[in-house]
């Protein structure tokens, strides 16, 4: 089977992808980054009543026709306690921001522009103007209004208006479950003491730390032993929690050990492609078992985290209704870059900016896919085409920011 394109098996991963249907209640707390289900209606008005937007007095204007009136406090009124009175011809209520305007006032005095005198009296310095620094009632949201609408991906400024709205909880689309499948007699997990021939799993981490960041939910089955027997067990585990996506870490090749593949198709997987024309990450694999999802990711370590951010990544926000993340930017190489062959390479780097603001990119010398260090120091990955020819330093290329 002839290695396919990047380009070709993202397009054909994500056009067998159908956005998450099944919608569900949450509470706010919860909400953020989810995708609204439906339009959010206002249970209430905002400001329910005409409100002060300064500290100072509350009076009717038509009591001050001129700078140097002076009025008679009769009260006060503060946000949460409303002045219950109304008032007379040539009366003032002290108004802090936020409070109920009192019956029979039209516009707020600030304090800056009041001359205390002696007793209840005070003046006025400035010219009062009906309505000012009065918030209306109704002025931000009325009952019924739709504020937010369905489609829309929640932030901090939309949970905020959701609780002024009333609602402890909105509707949302649930998040893509993903179950993470480790395979492998070597790996044994963080913490633990490594037996002869045994690693620490590692790639578990951060893929569940990618899925989670793209809006999805982890389903960890764990390290599973070499065995068909143990393989089958958990992918019926993933199933059984109907999982949307099922991403293998290592065991997708075709060796005596690798017995992922086979397992799967041994459970009526039915597999798209496997092997891209990609370094790191070569040995992808991309089928579907039943509903799910089945996304096979390389076990070298960074081999699977730049497969995890290509495929993976994308996969997860479709499915969660998010729009696709963009991370590929255009900058320059800092050193000559080797002519490329029939692969498309990923390339670890340092990022900085030159006097003219240009992003420069500078590559690792070590590139071997087993190395985390390195990937953990990068800023970003070069981009580099089959077959690309030398690239001098300084020329153009695209990157890919690892943290946009």
């Not at 005095?109 to 007793?119: N, P």
């Not at 400024?157 to 993470?180: C, D, F, G, K, Q």
């Not at 997708?252 to 799967?264: K, N, P, R």
């Not at 495929?311 to 320059?332: I, S």
Request: proline share 6%; with cysteine.
């Amino acid at each position: 089977m002839a290695l396919l394109p990047v380009a070709e098996a993202k397009s054909r991963l994500l056009d067998k992808a159908d956005p998450i249907e099944a919608a569900e209640a949450v509470p706010l707390g919860e909400a953020n980054g989810l995708v609204l289900a439906a339009d959010v209606e206002a249970r209430l008005t905002q400001p329910p009543f005409d409100a002060s937007a300064m500290d100072g007095y509350a009076l009717n204007a038509a009591d001050a026709p001129a700078v140097g009136s002076e009025l008679t406090v009769i009260g006060s009124a503060a946000a949460g306690h409303a002045f219950e009175g109304t008032l007379g011809r040539g009366e003032a209520v002290r108004i802090f921001t936020g409070a109920p305007l009192p019956q029979g006032a039209d516009s707020i005095l600030i304090q800056e522009d009041a001359e205390r005198l002696e007793g209840d009296r005070i003046r006025t310095k400035f010219e009062v103007v009906k309505g000012r620094h009065v918030r209306p009632r109704g002025q931000d949201f009325a009952e019924g209004e739709a504020v937010l609408s369905a489609g829309t991906v929640l932030d901090f400024s939309h949970l905020t208006v959701a609780a002024a709205m009333n609602h402890p909880e909105l509707s949302v689309y649930r998040r893509p479950r993903v179950a993470i499948l480790a395979t492998g007699d070597e790996l044994i997990q963080p913490g633990g003491t490594p037996g002869a021939a045994q690693i620490i799993a590692s790639n578990t981490f951060g893929i569940a730390a990618l899925v989670r960041d793209n809006g999805g939910e982890v389903l960890d089955l764990g390290i599973v032993r070499d065995r068909q027997a143990d393989i089958a067990a958990a992918i019926e585990k993933a199933r059984a929690a109907e999982a949307d996506v099922l991403v293998t870490l290592g065991g997708a090749s075709v060796g005596d050990h690798d017995l992922v593949q086979a397992t799967l198709k041994g459970a009526g997987m039915e597999l798209d492609f496997w092997r891209i024309a990609m370094r790191p990450g070569k040995p992808l694999m991309v089928g579907r078992l039943g509903r799910m999802q089945v996304l096979g990711l390389p076990g070298n370590p960074v081999a699977s985290l730049v497969t995890g951010m290509l495929f993976l990544e994308p996969l997860v926000r479709k499915l969660a209704r998010l729009p696709e993340k963009h991370r590929q930017v255009q900058g320059v190489t800092a050193k000559a870059l080797t002519a490329n062959d029939q692969r498309q390479d990923y390339l670890r780097a340092r990022l900085s900016k030159d006097r003219d603001g240009n992003l420069v990119a500078e590559a690792f010398q070590k590139q071997d896919s087993s190395m985390m260090k390195i990937f953990a120091h990068s800023d970003g990955l070069i981009i580099r085409p089959p077959h690309a020819p030398e690239l001098p330093a300084g020329s153009p290329c695209p990157i890919l920011l690892l943290r946009p």
